[in-house]
């Protein structure tokens, strides 16, 4: 078993920053890969951002060059940087992690991109 818990999201205006981070814990040893996930209203889940344990990096198309994932394997806690924030970005924030073979959810954040 894998909780997370997520950092509250927030109201941002476009061209602002912000940064989640997740905190892992329980049974995090088979940990091998961390991700951040969006939905946003009448929208299906989406990957947004994917990082394994060894810092190898994937993106959406649409955040590429935008956003960054990064992780502290110390601390079990995996970030994502968010700049230059679009009204389209608004949506819950969700982070997973995938161990033995299973995905783990965190609770979700709102984060909402103002025009």
């Known amino acids: 078993q894998v909780q997370l818990v997520e950092s509250e999201g927030g109201l941002v205006q476009t061209g602002g920053s912000l940064r989640l981070s997740c905190a892992a814990s329980?049974?995090?040893?088979?940990?091998?890969?961390m991700a951040w996930y969006r939905q946003a209203p009448g929208k299906q889940r989406e990957l947004v951002a994917h990082?394994?344990?060894?810092?190898?990096?994937r993106y959406a198309d649409s955040v590429k060059g935008r956003f960054t994932i990064s992780r502290d394997n110390a601390k079990n806690t995996v970030y994502l940087q968010m700049n230059s924030l679009k009204p389209e970005d608004t949506a819950v924030y969700y982070c997973?992690?995938?161990?033995?073979?299973?995905?783990?959810w965190g609770q979700g954040t709102q984060v909402t991109v103002s025009s």
């Open positions: 990082i394994t344990t060894g810092g190898t990096t």
């Open positions: 997973a992690c995938r161990a033995a073979l299973k995905w783990y």
């Open positions: 329980g049974s995090i040893s088979s940990i091998n890969a």
